[in-house]
T-cell receptor, first 115, second 115 residues
Framework: GPKVLQIPSHQIIDMGQMVTLNCDPV?????FYWYKQILGQQMEFLVN????????KSKLFKDQFSVERPDGSYFTLKIQPTALEDSAVYFC?????????????FGPGTRLTVL | GEKVEQHESTLSVREGDSAVINCTYT??????FPWYKQEAGKSLHFVID?????DRKQSQRLIVLLDKKAKRFSLHITATQPEDSAIYFC??????????????FGAGTRLKVIA
């Protein structure tokens, strides 16, 4: 079936540095999402992106976070600067709205470790 | 904010028996309820969903029940097999026309099917 890819699978970074997490969504999908899962806790919504704009974001989506999808390439989550509490697994998802399909397809996650 | 509670954190059943995972939600505007399965080391994989215009949906060995009055929905896996062993996540979302696109996830239920 359709697949969402995430690069890298694991990133280790020093606190205060910048990190970019990359997502390759399903090719004809229009809506893109990031979720954050801290070890042992439930997955929580960060942000939703459509047509070049953030449509909705949660309080977890701090000012240090930004998303973009330049020229239909990767959908990226950038954290600048990183903090210790940003350590988590970040899941990207995409969905096709027009045409009636609501289902979100998830990537395998990027495990971010901030030291 | 909106919450989804997943009542069983772990569940063990014998192969061939049925497994039931229960979720409750707080947002009365929720209208779409997907279930995802996450096997060890893999991403979330969609298994079944239900919309609020029905109270039951079946796909092969999977049955989803929705009780809108009680704000409760459940996943029933019949004739369980060892490959059903995984973490199952329930989620809830409002209609797209509310401008709200995020999934609110439960904490997950680790299902173990004992051969």
């Amino acid at each position: 079936g359709p697949k969402v890819l995430q690069i890298p699978s694991h990133q280790i970074i020093d606190m205060g540095q910048m990190v970019t997490l990359n997502c390759d969504p399903v090719s004809n999908h229009l809506y893109f999402y990031w979720y954050k899962q801290i070890l042992g806790q439930q997955m929580e919504f960060l942000v939703n992106f459509y047509n070049g704009k953030v449509m909705e974001k949660s309080k977890l989506f701090k000012d240090q976070f930004s998303v973009e999808r330049p020229d239909g390439s990767y959908f990226t989550l950038k954290i600048q600067p990183t903090a210790l509490e940003d350590s988590a697994v970040y899941f990207c998802a995409s969905s096709l709205y027009w045409g009636g399909s609501y289902e979100q397809y998830f990537g395998p996650g990027t495990r971010l470790t901030v030291l | 904010g909106e919450k989804v509670e997943q009542h069983e954190s772990t569940l063990s059943v014998r192969e061939g028996d049925s497994a039931v995972i229960n979720c409750t939600y707080t947002d009365t505007a929720s209208s779409y309820f997907p279930w995802y399965k996450q096997e060890a080391g893999k991403s979330l994989h969609f298994v079944i969903d239900i919309r609020s215009n029905v109270d039951r949906k079946q796909s092969q060995r999977l049955i989803v029940l929705l009780d809108k009055k009680a704000k409760r929905f459940s996943l029933h896996i019949t004739a369980t097999q060892p490959e059903d062993s995984a973490i199952y996540f329930c989620a809830a979302r409002r209609d797209f026309n509310t401008g709200n696109y995020k999934y609110v996830f439960g904490a997950g239920t680790r299902l173990k099917v004992i051969a």
